[in-house]
Each structure stands twice: as structure tokens, then as C-alpha cells.
């Protein structure tokens, strides 16, 4: 999943967190707060891929 705006998260095994731009992948650790912030860019189940 990949951030829709900034957000600040610590990656595992980090004491600091780590400020990610739009755009960036979001670490797996952090998507459930991402998600919950509504940080993250959701893909529409209407649309398929290619």
C-alpha cells in the first residue's frame, strides 16, 4: 500500500520514527494505524489491474 499523505510511524526494530512522504511504500507494521488515519491510498475492488 502506498501513503496518500504524510505520515510519521517507527518502523520495527527503530526507537525513531520516520516521517514518509506520499507516494512511499508504507512498511507492513504500519498500515492497521496508516488505515486508521486515513494515510493510505486504497485500491477501488471495482477497478482491475492489468
Not at 516521517?19 to 486508521?36: K, N, R, Y
Not at 488515519?37 to 489491474?49: H, N, Q, S, T, Y
Amino acid at each position: 500500500m502506498i501513503f496518500s499523505k504524510e505520515f510519521r510511524g517507527v518502523r520495527d526494530g527503530e526507537i525513531y520514527p520516520t516521517t514518509f512522504q506520499p507516494g512511499e511504500e508504507c512498511p507492513p507494521e504500519l498500515q492497521d494505524a496508516a488505515l486508521s488515519l486515513d494515510a493510505l491510498e486504497v485500491p477501488d475492488p471495482k477497478k482491475k489491474e492489468k
